[in-house]
Structure formats: C-alpha cells, structure tokens
C-alpha cells in the first residue's frame, strides 16, 4: 500500500514515515501544501494522512482539491487543535478520520489501517476470507488455523489483494502501491512473489486464493465471510 | 463637523439664514411697492392740479399761472418739477423748481394717456415721472395736444427704502442671533448626559470607576447597559485568559519537573512508559486549557446565532465517518430553524464532546435532541441539548463528583476524558447547567446542558 505524509515538521513526518515504512507501506512524504497537493493527485496513492495546518497550501483546501478531482481514497488528518470546530471542518470537506497532536503511533497506525481496510469493504482489521485469516494489526496470516510465515514484501501482496478481495489488481498497479519509489521496477518480480506466496498457502493446490488473470492481473478468489 | 454641537448649529444657522432672508426679501419687496404706489398717487394729484390750474394766455397760447398752489414747485432744487411740452417734446413751460436742470424728455405718451417712467437728471438723480398727453380744445374750437409731465426725484424715497432695510436687517440679526444662543445653550443641556458618559469612561479608563452610572436619559440608557456589558466582557473575558494562561504554566510545571526527575534517573525500570506518561498529561493539560469556551454570557452583544440544525448534520456526519466501524444509529432531534446565540466553536464542542462520548460508549444507539427552553421563544432562546446512548452509564458516584466539586483535571470522569469537563466548562460561561442521569428508555448515559435564554438589553 503507498501512503502519502503530508506534514510540515520534518522530525515528526520523518519519525512517521519510518515506522510506516516499517510497517510494510510504501510511504511519499511532502513537506509543505503545494508539493503534497501535486503528491496527492498526481500519485497512485492508497491513503493520505495529511497536516492541518501547512504552509503554502492548507491541509483542508488539499482535502477539498482530492475530493472535487474525484479521488476517494481514505484521508486521515493530524491537527494540532483540538477544538471540535477544526475537526468537522476537516471531515465535512472529506477527510475520513483524525488523530490530535501529539499521537502515539500506534493511534496512527490503527486508524490507517481501520481506514484502509474500510476501503476495501471490510469492517474488521482480521479479513477472513474461507480458510483465509488475514490480522492486519498483527501483520498475521492463517489458513486453516495455522500461521504462514511470510516475507515483509509478500504481506504487502497479500494484504494489498485480500483487501481488495474480489477486485482485479494489475502487475503494474501492484508495483505502483507496493515498491518504493526508487525500489527498481520489474513486473517479474511480481510473478515470483505471487508464485511463492501461493505455495505457501496452498501447497497442495486445492484452496487456489489468488487467480490469474491473463493480461489484466490478479484477483483475491475467496469468498468474504464478512464485509462492512 | 465632528461634534455634534457644531453640526447643529451650523444646520440652524443655515436653516435661519434662509428663512429670514426670504421674509426680508419679501418684506422689502412689499414696502418699496407700497412706497412707489404711494409715489404714483402723489405724482397723479400734481399732474391732476397742473392741468386745473392751466390756462390759455392771451396769444391763444395754454399757459400755466405764475405760481402755483404746491410750493414745492416753486423752490429750486425741490425734487418735485412739473414742465408743459407741446406736441414736439419742446418745451413751453417749466416749474420754477426745475431751474437750471434739464429733464429728459423721455417717450411721449399716446394722446390720452397715463405714463409713468423712471428716468435719470444730467447728475445721475434717480426721477420718477409722469406724463399726460392731452388734446386741449380752446375756445374758438383750436385743437392743439400738449404733455402735461410731473416729476419727482426718487432721492428720499430710496433712503427711506434704505432705512427701512437697515432697520430690517438690524433686527432680524438681533432675533437670529439670540435663537442662535439660546439654542446652543440648550443643546449644552441636551448633550449633557453625552458628556458625562464620556467622563464616566475616561474615569473607567483611569481605573476610578467600575461601571457605567444608571442616571441617563431614556434614550441613553440602553448605551449605558449595553456599554457596562460591554465593559464587563472585556474583563470577564481578560480574566479568563490570565486565570487560564496562569493555571496553564502552573499545571504544566508538575509534569515538567516529574520529566527532568526521570532524566536524571534513566535507569529506572519503565523509563519510556512514564516519562510518556508525562507527556500525555501535559498533552491532556494544555487540550483542556484550550478548549476552555471561547465566548460567555455577557458577550451576547457580539454574538452571531448559529444554526443549530446545520451544525449538529456536520457533527453527526463527520462522527459517521469517524465510528464507522461501530456505525452507531443516530436519532437526531432538532427543533426545526433552533438558533444558538453563542460561539459556533462553543456549540460545537458542547455538541460534539457529548455525542464523542456517546459514540465512544454506546452498543448501537445514540440520540441527541435540541429544543429551545421552555416558555422561550425559538429564535436566540435557551437551548436544551440531550445526548443519551444506550452504553454503560455514568457511575453516579463519578458523575456526581463531576457536578458538585467542580472538574479538576486528575479527578476527570475515566473514560469520559476531558471532553465532560470542557462540556461542563462551557454550560456554566454561558450560565447553563449540566447534569448527568440515566437514559430512561436507552438505558446509557444521558447527560442534559441547560443554556437560559440570552437576557434581551432591550427587554431587561
């Protein structure tokens, strides 16, 4: 999932955008308004979390501009005040949450992740899917009750499927989202991750999570047990 | 033109200036008319005794007696002349009073005719005339026309014209400028009272008063009220930033020291998670202190109403969002066109706060109502505002430390954060009441901020 930081401090857009990184997102940053602005509408971006209040461009005319250019990806905003007025006006103009200032960023990644997966039709953070357990707060995948052990980068395919379960996901949409920028980029290496991941999920081949589509990409196969 | 006063007297004046000018204009006009027809009549009785007094001399001549009956006729340089012209405009007879002044002949009436005509002497004195054409039929039937012209130096006329203006200026002057006086002296009283509430700040200004006296006019006294409203906001409102400013540096200071108590030991087991312990109670504490309500009671003067359905929609939109995973169903019920005279900030913390509580603690359903007082009207009334869930409720023994001790932030209802105590806050700035129960039908926290109506200054 990529992940764009709109924050003007750098200590706290930098300590963010690690411990994201860590996480398993591919995270752009942008320091000011009118640079996260370009970020926010010309990047394939799954998620923003974006500063109220920023120079050049404020946070809230960003969130007006994503949502009037048609673009419906989860907002997260950070504000510094905590006055409800400051609040609604951010979620009346289209963000979807908030954090207040100063946050644990454990606040922060719980509340991007509930949005995230939200977006993706789901209501809880453990996406089940048949014998198909994904735990996005633990980073956890299950089938059938037993843990698969898992590579950072074959989580970021799998969460970034299941989550979308049900939707074709192109090889380039997948290295767009889950590669950082200057990761190099080879469509290749897509089909090995796929390839192994659906070894070790399905060694015997019988559950068949992930489809192939043949020119346009990938589906999740699963049926939902549940959806938001 | 900024005073009063001067703008007052200044319309006067020229409102007087006017009206007198045109009641000399008129008055001067109607005596010199009078005058001049007085004149004309003279005139006509002098031409009338010339032409009874003349008579055809022995040549067959008309001729004039030597003397003449008016005396001032016969003194030179009388003003009044009289001449006898034939049908030529020659002349064949003079007053002796015309010796040596040369009357122009002007233009020669008809025969039979009146004709009065202002003309001049050769040294520019003004002359009123008249001439008479006649046709004088002499005894032996001889037909031969003559002009009979009187005239009548204009000289004491005009000075009496001049005399009656002075005179007429004099007074009406006098009358002007006593009404002048005795009406900024009136205005003096008049605006008394404006002077006064303009020491009376002065001296607030200097610190010597507190208020506003009450002795003013009936139509001052709502400027009076409204101004010690005014005057108290501006205190009440400084206070609050200093009381809150100085509790702000005084709470912030504990957690401070605690902080560098802990660097100085960073061994300690825990380090991280106490010195964040810190961190989130000074966070908690400057929260509180800024969301302390932004207006109060006595700033309704400059106060705008908000819109209380509109808010409440954004509220509740926004809160969607924010619980969508719980998707808590909301019973919103707002009087239609409800009003808030207060700040939009404060209305949308009281509202918010409490429906974040609900949705924090509610198992499905939250419902916030919205009416006006009772016997209040809609527009700029009190506000009832009711949130309840369907959650666990308040433990009355927190609820009621919350009411009667007066919120301290460690004594915060846990769970309830501060968001109770900035409710709390803000209900009494605006000198409402809040109060805490059990939601009869929803079985959760109910909790009701009663806000009074907004004491009218016109109807205190």
């Given at each position: 999932m990529r992940l764009l930081v709109i924050e003007d401090d750098a200590t706290l857009r930098e300590s963010l955008a690690r411990k994201l990184g860590e996480s398993g997102f591919a995270v752009e940053q942008a320091a000011d308004g009118k640079e996260g602005l370009y970020f926010a509408l010309e990047y394939p971006i799954d998620l923003a979390i974006i500063d109220l209040g920023l120079p050049e461009v404020s946070g809230l005319e960003i969130i007006r501009q994503v949502r009037e250019q048609g673009r419906s990806y989860p907002i997260l905003i950070l504000t510094a005040r905590d006055r409800w007025e400051d609040k609604v006006d951010g979620l009346s103009a289209g963000a979807d949450d908030y954090v207040v200032k100063p946050f644990h960023f454990e606040e922060v990644s719980a509340r991007v992740n509930a949005l995230l997966r939200r977006s993706g039709g789901w209501a809880s953070s453990v996406l089940i899917a048949g014998p198909v357990s994904l735990d996005m707060s633990r980073q956890e995948l299950t089938v059938n009750e037993g843990a698969i052990d898992l590579t950072s980068f074959e989580y970021k395919i799998i969460e970034y499927l299941m989550v979308r379960a049900g939707q074709v996901i192109s090889k380039a949409e997948l290295t767009d989202r889950l590669y950082d920028q200057d990761f190099e980029r080879d469509s290749n290496v897509i089909e090995v991750f796929i390839g192994r991941l659906r070894k070790k999920m399905d060694p015997e081949n019988t559950i068949k999570p992930i489809e192939t589509l043949r020119g346009r990409g990938y589906r999740f196969a699963l049926e939902r047990n549940q959806s938001g | 033109m900024r005073s009063l006063s001067s703008r007052l007297l200044v319309s006067v004046s020229v409102l007087l200036l006017l009206f007198f000018g045109a009641t000399i204009a008129v008055l001067d006009t109607a005596f010199s008319e009078a005058g001049e027809q007085a004149r004309r009549d003279i005139l006509d009785g002098h031409l009338v005794a010339l032409l009874a007094a003349a008579e055809p001399d022995d040549d067959g001549n008309l001729m004039l007696p030597?003397?003449?009956?008016?005396?001032r006729f016969e003194n030179i340089g009388s003003g009044l002349y009289a001449e006898l012209l034939d049908a030529d405009n020659a002349v064949l007879w003079r007053s002796?009073?015309?010796?040596g002044l040369e009357i122009p002949s002007g233009v020669a009436p008809e025969l039979g005719n009146h004709l009065f005509a202002r003309e001049s002497l050769e040294d520019g004195t003004p002359l009123l005339t008249l001439s008479l054409a006649v046709e004088w039929e002499f005894d032996d039937g001889k037909l031969q026309s003559y002009v009979f012209k009187v005239a009548e130096s204009l000289d004491s006329f005009n000075a009496q014209v001049a005399g009656f203006r002075r005179q007429l200026f004099g007074w009406f002057a006098l009358v002007a400028l006593t009404m002048l006086l005795a009406f900024s002296m009136l205005l003096r009283g008049l605006l008394k009272p404006l002077r006064k509430i303009e020491t009376e700040i002065t001296e607030i200004e200097e610190g010597k008063r507190v208020a506003l006296s009450g002795a003013f006019p009936t139509e001052l006294t709502g400027v009076a009220r409204n101004m010690n409203l005014l005057i108290d906001s501006e205190r009440a409102r400084s206070d609050r930033y200093r009381y809150t400013l100085d509790n702000l540096a005084h709470s912030l200071k504990t957690p401070l020291a605690a902080m560098r108590a802990l660097l100085n030991d960073r061994q300690t087991e825990g380090f991280g998670g106490r010195f964040n312990e810190q961190i989130d109670r000074m966070d908690e504490i400057v929260r509180y202190q800024l969301r302390k309500?932004?207006?109060?009671?006595?700033?309704n003067l400059v106060l705008k109403p908000v819109n209380v359905e509109a808010e409440v929609t954004r509220l509740v939109d926004g809160l969607r969002k924010v619980y969508h995973d719980k998707d808590p169903v909301f019973d919103v019920r707002v009087e239609r066109g409800m009003q808030f005279r207060g700040d939009t900030g404060d209305f949308l913390e009281l509202a918010g706060n409490l429906l974040d509580n609900a949705c924090k603690w509610c198992v499905k359903k939250v419902r916030i109502s919205i009416v006006p007082s009772v016997g209040a009207r809609a527009i700029a009334s009190g506000m009832v505002l009711t949130v309840a869930d369907?959650?666990?409720?308040?433990?009355q023994d927190a609820a009621d430390a919350l009411l009667q001790r007066g919120m301290r932030l460690d004594e915060s209802t846990p769970g309830h954060g501060i968001g109770l105590a900035v409710v709390k806050d803000i209900a009494r700035s605006y000198g409402g009441r809040l109060s805490i129960r059990r939601s009869s039908d929803l079985g959760g926290a109910e909790i009701t901020v009663s806000i009074p109506p907004v004491a009218s200054s016109r109807t205190q």
């Open positions: - | 030597a003397r003449l009956r008016e005396p002796r009073s015309a010796l309500p932004a207006a109060s009671v006595a700033d369907d959650g666990p409720g308040i433990p």
